[in-house]
């Protein structure tokens, strides 16, 4: 096996990005599932769900690593990410974390891989690709963060709980579980309809339309308004939002409806975030708890390269 180095992260290399949304396949989209006609808001209706969680992860890349090989060096990263939940209990006015989890992943091109040494606190997995890309180590790091949130919210959906996952949904199982979707970077409606969103108020969404028909990821989608701002331009405070297909349309209805209704309530405001309105409250919570249980980050490099100095030096 060749010597492991540990270098701090390139900065030419970005920081890692959320690929859901850019390859995710739109395929056909059915816009008259709910209303097959010309399009006017639809008001949300707070059906009185008691508990929502809120489902979300957060990550950092740690360092670069480079593994010294007999045919030429191999790239590779390690990183830190945090998923978890906040169960926003509204008939006890409070929220709790829950399932809060904290994994460390090191990720080598080439199809090659070498053990991060254990420190005491900090230890890490060990994965290999074949590809070499930094965009692509980032990606299968990424897409491990991804996993273990779709396996919590899941979890905690067939347990029961209503889920709110920030992100794309990752399976289509017939769970009460919302995909929460805060930036828009497919296009899924035409131009006239996209033309309603310039009437959709706060507390209202569009009629429902199936993404993907026919193909291997289909689900219901609708865009809603979280708040309405006299300055704003018409998709100023939207968000989209998705279910598996595996609901009835009855189902997903109910669903859309109340998300209309009661996201509104947990909407961020400009002077506490500035990814307001969007990022929810108990979403950022949840983000700041996350990322207080990845530590340090220079302090988690510190002891990163403390752990492959000393194994060298063993070796």
């Not at 060990?126 to 919590?152: N, V, W, Y």
């Not at 899941?154 to 929460?180: H, M, R």
């Amino acid at each position: 096996m060749g010597q492991l180095h540990v270098e701090g992260w390139a900065p030419e290399y970005g920081s890692p990005y959320e690929t859901d949304e850019a390859l995710a396949d739109s395929g056909k989209v059915d816009d008259t599932i709910e209303v097959d006609g010309p399009w006017s808001p639809i008001r949300g209706v707070d059906d009185g769900v008691g508990q929502i969680a809120f489902v979300d992860g957060v990550r950092r890349i740690d360092a670069r690593l480079t593994l010294d090989e007999a045919d030429g060096p191999v790239p590779g990263i390690c990183g830190s990410y945090g998923v978890g939940a906040v169960v926003w209990d509204r008939d006890a006015v409070r929220s709790d974390f829950a399932d809060l989890l904290v994994d460390r992943l090191a990720v080598f091109g080439n199809g090659c891989g070498a053990p991060i040494p254990p420190d005491t606190q900090i230890v890490y997995r060990s994965e290999s690709i074949p590809e070499t890309d930094p965009g692509m180590l980032i990606q299968r790091f990424h897409g491990a963060m991804r996993k273990a949130e779709a396996r919590l919210s899941e979890k905690l959906a067939q347990g029961g709980q209503f889920v709110v996952a920030d992100g794309p949904i990752n399976d289509l199982s017939a769970t009460e579980k919302v995909g929460y979707i805060k930036t828009h970077r497919a296009p899924y409606l035409s131009q006239e309809k996209s033309a309603i969103m310039g009437r959709v108020r706060a507390g209202e969404r569009t009629p429902l339309f199936l993404i993907g028909q026919g193909g291997a990821y289909p689900r219901y989608s609708w865009y809603q308004r979280l708040v309405d701002s006299a300055d704003g331009h018409s998709w100023s405070g939207v968000v989209r939002c998705e279910v598996s297909s595996a609901l009835t349309l009855e189902h997903a209805q109910r669903i859309a409806n109340r998300m209309a209704a009661v996201l509104q309530l947990v909407g961020s405001e400009a002077h506490i975030d500035p990814r307001a309105p969007q990022n929810l409250v108990p979403i950022a919570a949840l983000e700041r708890e996350l990322r207080r249980r990845l530590g340090d980050p220079a302090f988690v490099y510190r002891a990163l390269r403390s752990a492959v100095a000393g194994a060298a030096v063993e070796a």
